[in-house]
């Protein structure tokens, strides 16, 4: 499963059938307000297709470290945003200072504590001063489904947190970090953590 989910066109497909994609939709939707001419940053942002799902007129950049996904991501919908194959860095906060809103869909849970602290500075250098980071992860809960937990113990990302363990990484970096626990976003039981998170 982990690595056909690799190929961009069947991870889409897995992510729609479980309504997984669709959970960022009405996360991003609900916790997140995204107005034309903003510039938005999506960390982890995949083959791209949330393209299709944000406002026009956003000036957004999109960074992933998988080839495959960044080639289709330039292909399908180089027309709306730019893609980078390359890791955010303090080099690349440095070279797009200025953002209103950095998004991580799903990509916290793939990076150890140390590693996504210096991830997460680079990103409050990046953001502007009332800027936003958004982040939407699978989380362990007391009382969650079993088919929950199953598959959390099997995702690809190695570091699925509970709430407190979420809250801890990004208040390390973040003055202002609100958290939102969902269980009703995908059509297959799944806990997912929203966080919303400024300087």
């Known amino acids: 499963?982990?690595?056909?989910?690799?190929?961009?066109?069947?991870?889409?497909?897995?992510?729609?059938?479980?309504?997984?994609?669709?959970?960022?939709?009405?996360?991003?939707?609900?916790?997140?307000?995204?107005?034309?001419?903003?510039?938005?940053?999506?960390?982890?942002?995949?083959?791209?297709?949330?393209?299709?799902?944000?406002?026009?007129?956003?000036?957004?950049?999109?960074?992933?470290?998988?080839?495959?996904?960044?080639a289709h991501a330039q292909r399908s919908f180089g027309h709306l945003g730019t893609f980078h194959c390359r890791r955010f860095d303090a080099a690349a906060a440095k070279e797009f200072a200025g953002a209103?809103?950095?998004?991580?869909?799903?990509?916290?849970?793939?990076?150890?504590?140390d590693e996504l602290k210096t991830t997460l500075a680079d990103i409050r250098d990046v953001l502007k001063s009332d800027g936003v980071l958004f982040t939407l992860d699978g989380c362990y809960q007391e009382g969650q489904s079993r088919i929950a937990k199953w598959l959390l113990d099997n995702d690809r990302g190695e570091f699925v947190r509970d709430r407190s363990g979420y809250d801890r990484v990004l208040r390390d970096i973040f003055a202002k970090v609100q958290l939102a626990i969902r269980d009703d976003y995908s059509r297959v039981p799944y806990t997912f953590v929203i966080g919303v998170s400024q300087k």
């Open 100 to 113: 209103d809103v950095v998004m991580m869909n799903g990509v916290l849970h793939h990076v150890g504590d």
């Open 1 to 70: 499963m982990k690595a056909i989910l690799n190929h961009p066109a069947l991870y889409q497909a897995y992510q729609n059938a479980g309504g997984f994609f669709g959970a960022r939709i009405k996360a991003i939707a609900e916790y997140l307000t995204l107005r034309p001419g903003m510039r938005v940053i999506d960390i982890g942002c995949g083959p791209g297709y949330i393209l299709r799902h944000l406002p026009d007129g956003i000036d957004y950049t999109g960074f992933d470290i998988d080839e495959a996904y960044i």
